[in-house]
């Protein structure tokens, strides 16, 4: 199951899980046996200054992250918080899917 990363979770996946740096997000993971497939979104004022880049970033994001896990590309038992970087900007859906399936080979 899909579904968005309670808020209460952002700070366990911070403190317990890992981080991994790519072009365009910066992912951290926290891999259990009772973990759900969830993830979490984060964008900061300091890389997109206007609110609309900001909220296009996280919808990007999110619907990446959606079309993953649907494909099976994404895998299972993971929790996942997304943090966009100012790269992130004018992209396209694709290459944030690219992004992330790379991101999630590496955390493998």
Known sequence: MSTRLPGAKY????DRGRSIKGRLLVAWHLSSPDADQQAGVVVSKKSFHDAVDRNR?????????RLLVKSGAMPER??????GRS???????????????R???RAS
């Open 57 to 65: 970033a996280k919808r990007l994001m999110r619907e990446a992250y």
């Open 11 to 14: 700070k366990r996946v911070f």
């Open 78 to 83: 993971t929790e996942w918080v997304f943090i």
């Open 103 to 105: 991101l999630a080979s």
């Open 87 to 101: 790269a992130l900007k004018d992209r396209k859906c694709q290459d944030v899917m690219e992004e992330m399936v």
